[in-house]
């Protein structure tokens, strides 16, 4: 199998401290994203036990701090990034704090958008890059029945019009573009009662990602691969 080059963002716990660990023992080239490495403990623990992974800064709230990553690692060639980093500050109607909606925003939706923007060059040399958003069912209008979480729904039903817009804007650049859900899954966001842990929904996730085809992009998909409505 030949070794790709991956970019995680926001590893420094759930999901995206899982893809680091996978991807890393598969024996991939991660390169693995966090506010503040001194921060993640788990994440230093984990590359120092692989030295095809490399732990870096970035906000990803901050476009200059992800412009400056793209300048940090404009050599590289890059086969997968995977937007993952998010927040979930919880709302309800009458509940709903104005900068905690709009900080979503920024973590949940802008990021991706100015990800692919300052990594195009990287994702461009490889023969069929992925651009990979982690949104959440919870996104989907035809699927909320239950209302409330006002904050997070609108930033990931955002999100996953970025992610349709970007399917087509990089079509002529070989990129496929994808919008996954990881499942319910017990981790700090997700809480205790999740209905599977990330070991079993980062495996799922990284076959949905390995056969994706152009063909697929601009698709939302689960991490057991079924399709999910808008």
Known sequence: MNTQTILITGGNRGLGLEYARQYAESGQQVYVTVRDPAQAPALQQLAS???????????????????????????????ILISNAGTYPES?????????????????????YYLAEAFLPQL???????????????????????????????????LNMV??????????????????????????????NGLIDTETSVQGLRQVIASLTPAQSGQFIAYDGKPIPW
């Open 124 to 158: 461009r040399r490889a023969p069929q890059a992925k651009l990979i958003a982690m949104t959440s069912k919870m996104g989907s209008l035809e699927d909320n029945g239950s209302g409330g979480e006002y904050i997070y729904r609108s930033s990931k039903t955002a």
């Open 49 to 79: 036990q692989h030295s095809n992974l490399q732990l870096l800064a970035l906000d990803v709230a901050d476009v200059d701090s992800i412009r400056a990553l793209a300048s940090q690692l404009s050599a590289l060639t890059l086969d």
């Open 163 to 192: 992610v349709k817009s970007l399917s087509i804007d990089l079509r002529g650049f070989n990129i496929v573009v994808a919008a996954l859900h990881p499942g319910w899954v017990r981790t700090d966001m997700g809480g205790p």
């Open 92 to 112: 309800s109607f009458g509940q709903t704090d104005v900068q905690a909606w709009l900080q979503a925003f920024q973590v949940n939706t802008l990021s991706t």
